[in-house]
Every structure is written in structure tokens, then in C-alpha cells.
């Protein structure tokens, strides 16, 4: 059990956010009085406090009554380009508190004081300012404490992004359309879905009560102009040809005066996807499809509840590249059981399949995931093994001549990673790069989804959610439409 004291500030959640990625460990409570540690505590005291009209914090860490590690900063040494106190004051509180805790651990962990934000957000905020390559990597490594290796990969992959991303466009938006079912529940899964078993019944009502809101979305955004289509949830391909079809068809006659640069249907799961399902996809304009593995291992699919064979993978895989997609693979480094032998076995795999795209993802511990109740009955990758089996990714994606492309992190990650997609050239997603930047507007449809509409005078994001649940969504559907009208009328 860790406790923690805090004095003079009230960045509770970030405090709680970095002492976790740091420890790898979620068993932590706020103290307001010492006297309540025991001896098997380990105590971290965070005092925020003015002197000599400047700022600074201390920080005490104290294991079985002694101090182990300490740390004095002053605000003056905070430059993160931002004119904005608070944010100064919270960026010296989570310095402090690293230097202090990383006094204490073995190694140095890559995303030094990063909690929640997308990191490449952090380089394109400060090339937006003409801050120069060498000042970025400066305040990247010295303020943020990232490693340099991550560093480097941050400056590359925002580089990258910015020229298909800027000059912003208000006036630009994408469309993402939510399926939330599936064939099955994978265990680690947290994302809307619902199994087609339990709830097939709602499909045809639900397909019914989108296609309305993709009709009202096009009334709405009739001056606007669509840059690329993603539909995802969930399994889009786990319902009928049919229902895909028509919900591919609504999207170009509501959208007819748009040319949209990008249309992607996430196929995902192997089970779904048959010659049919791509023919229809093929003939209906759709060029992206993502077919995902997870992994290449017989033995953890089945302990994942993927429902779907190695030999499945790449029977549909090799039909779809038939055909012409551009395909995009997904994988999870740190699936239950699996180490660095089976991650090489994977990516030898991949490897012969050669895709265009690879995702590759480190295992997260979703609180609405089957995983989470079940995590002690399985075996999980850590900390130095993690940072072994994303190297051998990263090597393979280099044989394969694919390059970084965009980068995100998520809470409860193994070994506090990351997820990093990767591209062969001229290959890149725009919708993967747009929805991680949140620098274009986003209108999304359906039970889930989350639209998202970027103002760029002030350079913000207005989240306009729809509600979760099935049942919930085609309740209230008339209400989400109303909620985007409400937000795009200020527009
Ligand atoms: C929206 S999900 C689903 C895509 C599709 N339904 C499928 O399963 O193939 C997108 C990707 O997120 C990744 N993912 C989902 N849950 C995860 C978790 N708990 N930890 C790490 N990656 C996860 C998986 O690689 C998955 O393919
Ligand atoms: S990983 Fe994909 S198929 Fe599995 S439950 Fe999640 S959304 Fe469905």
C-alpha cells in the first residue's frame, strides 16, 4: 500500500496517475495525517508552498519510518513554453515527485512525467509556437523527463503527421459511424460491444436509428466538407452484408457532394469476413480494412475468446490482399501467457503476410474488461519483458520498411508503454492520425461514439458524446442529433 500526503495543491488525479504508471501499482491512498501510517506503508509526502514570491515543492518519500529519497524543486526551473500558472505549477508538483520516486526504482521509465495526454500533442503544441527542433527535444527530455529514445520518436512521428494534418480547416470534418457488436467478447475488451448472441435482436432496430442520424449529421454539416470515413466499433462486419451495405450507401447519398480522400470499414475479426463481405466492400468504394490478429498463437487466441485460428488469419488476409485493400493489422503485446518467444513467433508470421499497416498495442488492464476480474488466474508480461517484445516489434517493422506513424498511450498500460502504429510509405490512415491530434472536427453516429469538434481559434475540443448502452441509443436518438446541433449551431 502506498499513502500519499499532499500539501498546498489539489492535483490529486494527476498525483494518483503518475505514483501509479510509476510504481506499476494501484493500491494507493491520500492521507491528510501521518500518524496514520503503519509501518508496512511506503508514505510519499508532496508539499507545494511560496517562498520568496516563487514556488517550490518538496518531496519526501519514507519506507518503514526512515526517508529513502527526497526532492527540493523551484518553479523557476519549469519552462514548458506555457504562460499558464497553473499548468506550470501542476508540471513542478509531477517533477518533484518523479525526481524523488525514480531515486527509488531501478531503471528509468520512458514517458517520465506524462499522465493521460497524447505526447505527440505536446510536440505539435510547441512547433505551432516555431520552437525549434533542438529546443522541443530539450524540453521533451529536461522538463517532461521522456526517455530519448521516445523523444526521438515523438519529433519523428509528429513531423510526419503535420502534413496530413495542417493548414487546420474548420470548415473540414471526418465521420466515424459506431457498430458496437461483435461474434463474441474478447477478454481484454472494453470498448462498446455487444455479443450478437445476447443481442441480435436490437440490430435490425439499431441500423434503423443510425442511418437517421447519418441523414440528420448530413443536414448539419451541409457546408462542410468530409475528409475520411471510418467505420468501426466493435465488429462492423459481424452484421448481415446487407445491413453494411446500406449503411455504406447512406453515408455517399447523404454526403454525395463530398469527395472524401479515405472510406475504412474495421473488418477486424477473421471469423466475419468472407469473399462476399469483401466483394461487397470492394464494389462499394471502401479501400481500407483492417483484419486483426492480436496474435498468431493458436493457444492464446482461444484463451482471449477471439473465436478465430491463426489459419483463419490467413486465409481471409491472403483473400483480401487479392483483391486490393490496403490492409491494416492489429496486435497486443502482453496477451495473457504470451512472452517474448511468442511475440517473435508473431511477428515472423506477420512478417510473411506483409501488410501495409500494423498497429501494435500493449496490453491494457480495462476496468470493463473480463481480464480485470480474471487477471490473477492468468500470467502477465511485465515490465523489462514488455520493453524486450515491443524492441522485436519495432525490428520487424523495420524489415518490413514500415515507419511510425502515430502514437498514443492508455491508462493501466503494461509496463506503462504505448501503442504505436506503423506504415509502409504513402500507406498512413488520415483518420487514425486526425482522432489522436483532435486537430479536425469528428461527428459520430451511433450507441458510443464520440464526436468531437475541434475549434481552432482557441485551439479546443468540444466532446459531444452519445449515450453507451443498445437499448439507451434507440431510446434517445432524437436527443443525440439534437446535442450536435446545439454545438454545431455555435460553430
Ligand atoms: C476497437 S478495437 C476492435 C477491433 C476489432 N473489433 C477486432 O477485435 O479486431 C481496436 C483494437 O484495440 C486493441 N485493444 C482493444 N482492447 C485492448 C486492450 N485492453 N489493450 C490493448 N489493446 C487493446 C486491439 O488490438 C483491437 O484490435
Ligand atoms: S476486441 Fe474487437 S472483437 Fe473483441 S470484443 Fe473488442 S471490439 Fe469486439
Given at each position: 500500500m502506498i499513502k500519499v500526503l499532499i500539501k498546498g495543491h489539489?492535483?490529486?488525479?494527476?498525483?494518483?496517475?503518475?505514483?501509479?504508471?510509476?510504481?506499476?501499482?494501484?493500491?494507493?491512498e491520500f492521507i491528510e495525517d501521518e500518524a496514520l501510517v503503519n509501518n508496512q506503508s511506503l508514505l510519499i509526502e508532496n508539499n507545494l508552498y511560496k517562498k520568496n514570491e516563487t514556488y517550490e515543492v518538496e518531496t519526501v518519500i519514507i519506507k518503514e519510518y526512515n526517508i529513502i529519497s527526497k526532492s527540493l524543486d523551484n518553479i523557476t526551473n519549469v519552462d514548458i513554453k506555457k504562460d499558464n500558472e497553473k499548468k506550470?505549477?501542476?508540471?513542478?508538483?509531477?517533477?518533484s515527485l518523479f525526481n524523488a520516486i525514480t531515486k527509488t526504482l531501478n531503471n528509468k521509465p520512458s514517458w517520465g512525467i506524462l499522465t493521460g495526454i497524447r505526447p505527440t500533442k505536446i510536440v505539435h503544441?510547441?512547433?505551432?509556437?516555431?520552437?525549434?527542433?533542438?529546443?522541443?527535444?530539450?524540453?521533451?527530455?529536461?522538463?517532461?523527463?521522456?526517455?530519448?529514445?521516445?523523444?526521438?520518436?515523438?519529433?519523428?512521428?509528429?513531423?510526419?503527421?503535420?502534413?496530413?494534418?495542417?493548414?487546420?480547416?474548420?470548415?473540414?470534418?471526418?465521420?466515424?459511424i459506431s457498430?458496437?457488436?461483435?461474434?463474441?467478447?474478447?477478454?481484454?475488451?472494453?470498448?462498446?460491444?455487444?455479443?450478437?448472441?445476447?443481442?441480435?435482436?436490437?440490430?435490425?432496430i439499431y441500423i434503423e436509428k443510425l442511418l437517421y442520424e447519418i441523414e440528420k449529421i448530413g443536414q448539419l454539416t451541409k457546408d462542410m466538407k468530409l475528409e475520411a470515413v471510418y467505420i468501426g466499433g466493435g465488429t462492423p462486419t459481424s452484421i448481415s452484408n446487407n445491413d453494411l451495405k446500406r449503411i455504406i450507401n447512406k453515408i455517399y447519398e447523404v454526403f454525395s457532394k463530398n469527395t472524401f480522400k479515405e472510406f475504412t470499414v474495421e473488418a477486424g475479426r477473421p471469423d466475419t469476413i468472407n469473399l462476399e463481405l469483401l466483394n461487397m466492400l470492394k464494389s462499394n468504394g471502401v479501400e481500407r480494412i483492417s483484419i486483426n490478429p492480436q496474435t498468431m498463437c493458436n493457444k492464446t487466441l482461444e484463451k482471449i475468446g477471439r473465436n478465430h485460428t491463426r489459419e483463419d488469419i490467413i486465409k481471409t488476409y491472403e483473400l483480401a490482399k487479392r483483391l486490393g485493400f490496403t490492409i491494416n493489422m492489429d496486435l497486443i503485446v502482453g496477451l495473457p501467457e504470451e512472452g517474448i518467444n511468442e511475440i517473435e513467433y508473431t511477428m515472423k508470421e506477420i512478417k510473411k503476410l506483409n501488410p501495409d499497416n500494423?498497429?501494435?498495442?500493449?496490453?491494457?488492464?480495462?476496468?470493463?474488461?473480463?481480464?480485470?476480474?480474471?487477471?490473477?488466474?492468468f500470467k502477465l508480461a511485465m515490465g523489462n519483458d514488455i520493453k524486450e517484445m515491443l524492441k522485436i516489434t519495432k525490428q520487424y517493422t523495420k524489415e518490413m520498411k514500415m515507419h511510425p506513424y502515430y502514437l498514443y498511450r492508455q491508462k493501466k498500460i503494461l509496463g506503462n508503454y504505448e501503442n504505436v502504429g506503423y506504415c509502409k510509405i504513402n500507406k498512413e490512415c488520415i483518420y487514425n492520425m486526425l482522432i489522436m491530434e483532435e486537430k479536425q472536427t469528428i461527428i459520430a453516429a451511433g450507441a458510443g461514439a464520440v464526436s468531437k469538434i475541434y475549434f481552432p481559434d482557441s485551439n479546443r475540443i468540444q466532446r459531444v458524446p452519445n449515450v453507451k448502452g443498445l437499448n439507451e441509443y434507440i431510446k434517445r436518438n432524437g436527443e443525440m442529433i439534437e446535442r450536435k446541433k446545439k454545438h454545431l449551431l455555435t460553430y
Open positions: 489539489n492535483f490529486k488525479y494527476d498525483v494518483f496517475e503518475l505514483i501509479r504508471s510509476l510504481y506499476e501499482d494501484n493500491n494507493i506550470n505549477i501542476k508540471t513542478l508538483v509531477k517533477q503544441d510547441l512547433l505551432d509556437k516555431n520552437i525549434n527542433r533542438k529546443e522541443i527535444k530539450d524540453i521533451l527530455m529536461n522538463q517532461y523527463k521522456i526517455s530519448r529514445e521516445k523523444t526521438n520518436l515523438l519529433i519523428s512521428i509528429a513531423k510526419r503527421e503535420r502534413s496530413f494534418i495542417y493548414p487546420l480547416d474548420k470548415d473540414k470534418f471526418s465521420l466515424y457498430i458496437p457488436f461483435c461474434p463474441t467478447r474478447c477478454i481484454y475488451c472494453s470498448f462498446p460491444s455487444n455479443s450478437l448472441k445476447k443481442s441480435s435482436s436490437l440490430v435490425n500494423l498497429t501494435v498495442h500493449t496490453l491494457a488492464i480495462k476496468k470493463a474488461s473480463k481480464l480485470m476480474e480474471k487477471e490473477r488466474n
